[in-house]
């Protein structure tokens, strides 16, 4: 204020300078971040979209129906489209995080990889378990891509990946503390960024296991009733 009143603005010196500094990527490379924030967030949507298309398709097709007529469950029908998209990924993220953001581009990882690797298993277990519920919700691909645009850009913009939950209001991190986006954001960037252990980053690994329970349970009920509904 009394630089504002003065008219010019008056160096002063103290006698203690405050130099701030990032530790991962100390020469703030825009592409260190962009890399591996871009391949977190790639893992929910290729998830999301792999496992909902894939029932989706199963309905359009009426191939669901011989699936119905073999000697499986709903469960193990549901746990074998989660397997087949999150193994994809999975095996795809790995060689990603290795060829292309350590060796291509040179980003230093600082953690351990494998336990990153956990945390998207996690990850690709809950989000599968969404896609496979969104997908018994819609009854087309058209349905299902409205659907996704609802569902995808909220849990990318306020988990974290985009924008830090530091600058959102506060009812919005409690409430985003719901979905498993924000656990594994936190995670991810704990073992890539600041090289985290297991014991720092359990917590997250354990919410994004009750979350991703809870969300495959939802949908399992959603799709005995939809699987109900075509006998």
């Known amino acids: 204020m009394n630089t504002y009143l003065q008219g010019y603005k008056s160096d002063i010196d103290y006698p ?70 999150g193994v994809v990924v999975w095996v795809t993220t790995l060689f990603s995080v290795y060829f292309i953001i350590q060796w291509v581009l040179s980003v230093p990882i600082n953690g351990e990889i494998w336990l990153f690797m956990v945390a998207v298993a996690l990850q690709l277990f809950a989000v599968s378990s969404m896609g496979i519920f969104m997908a018994t919700i819609a009854r087309s691909m058209p349905q299902f891509g409205l659907l996704l645009i609802l569902v995808l850009l909220p849990l990318q913009l306020l988990s974290g990946g985009v924008t830090p939950r530091e600058s959102m209001p506060g009812f919005i991190q409690s409430a985003m503390l719901l979905m498993p986006n924000t656990h594994f954001v936190e995670a991810s960037q704990g073992v890539l960024y600041r090289g985290a252990g297991i014991s720092v980053v359990y917590p997250q690994l354990l919410a994004l296991l009750a979350i991703g329970c809870a969300f495959y349970l939802i949908a399992l009920k959603r799709f005995k009733s939809t699987v109900g509904s075509m006998t």
């Open 16 to 85: 203690v300078d405050l130099i701030m500094r990032a530790r991962f990527n100390p020469a703030l490379e825009g592409f260190w971040f962009g890399s591996v924030m871009e391949l977190i967030n790639a893992v929910t949507m290729i998830a999301i979209i792999l496992s909902g298309a894939a029932l989706i398709r199963e309905k359009e097709r009426g191939t669901i129906e011989h699936l119905l007529a073999m000697p499986v469950s709903d469960s193990e029908i549901m746990l074998s489209k989660i397997l087949a998209s």
